[in-house]
């Protein structure tokens, strides 16, 4: 009878480590290979900068309420709050020991595309890859060479705070496999050059899902509520509805979206606010080409 038993109980672990590799196999950090960091050449810094811009770089990295030259010091330290907890977001600066001056290419394009760290660790996806995986190798080269090109910054950034289980990274390769990829967020019946711009625009570098989509108890987007609005992801008051079915924003042209993008007035002549103030501070920086591509995606997603 004993050895009936051990002989269950050794195929229960033998099948509980399976299931455990499986697991591990499915949800481990995911880093692109070298080969794709490769032979990119020397970076556009040009499109460097618009991409710097359009990602907002500068309303997360750049010190609370900095203007003018101030906005390129990528020296992180804000707290992000969250459901799951604070986030601190870090110094992206070109300092080799409190920033990423130390970094290769293809440590930083693994952060930004895929969500792995340095060191082969997931990232918390407070950090906008989930979006930012949409940068081709060369948009994140460019990006790359053109953030080496801004400060150094020594200040450091303090660690996260998260409870259990949040504090357990192992638990972001779940929700990557549940939520991440880098497939278009909606299917578009144009296949205007301009929608496309603003596709890549606005579900990439631009990351605008990440605050008008509400998301699950996971924190992951309600796919079928793509830009919809809903409660502030940092706890505080609501996201608009951004698609064509919004009472107020679907109203406006498209004219009048790139010119809210490029001043900050409503058609209304009522002016942006809250968190949105930073971020068209930084669109703006963007050819009028570009405004005019958000545009017309946002005008041709599914209305909510």
Known sequence: ??????????????????????????????????????????????????????????????????????????????????????????????????????????????????????NGEHLYPSFPYGSYARLSAKDVNDLFGYLKTLPANSNIAPPHELGFPYNIRLGVGVWKYLYFNDQPRVELASADEKVKRGQFLVEGPGHCGECHTPRDPMGGFQPDRWLAGGPNPEGKGSIPNITPGSKDVGSWSEGDIANYLETGFTPDFDSAGGSMVEVQQNVAHLPKSDLEAIAAYLKAVPGR
């Open 1 to 118: 009878m004993a050895s009936r038993w051990a002989k269950v109980l050794g195929a229960g672990a033998v099948i509980v480590a399976i299931g455990a590799g499986i697991a591990w196999a499915l949800t481990k950090p995911d880093p692109h290979p070298e080969s794709y960091w490769a032979n990119l050449g020397e970076p556009d810094l040009g499109n460097g900068e618009q991409l710097f811009w359009a990602g907002g770089c500068a309303g997360c990295h750049a010190a609370k309420g900095a203007q003018g030259d101030a906005l390129k010091v990528m020296s992180g330290g804000r707290a992000l709050p969250s459901p799951f907890g604070t986030f601190h977001i870090p110094n992206i600066s070109p300092d080799p020991y409190a920033g990423i001056g130390n970094w290769t290419l293809a440590q930083f394009g693994n952060a930004m595309t895929r969500g792995v760290g340095p």
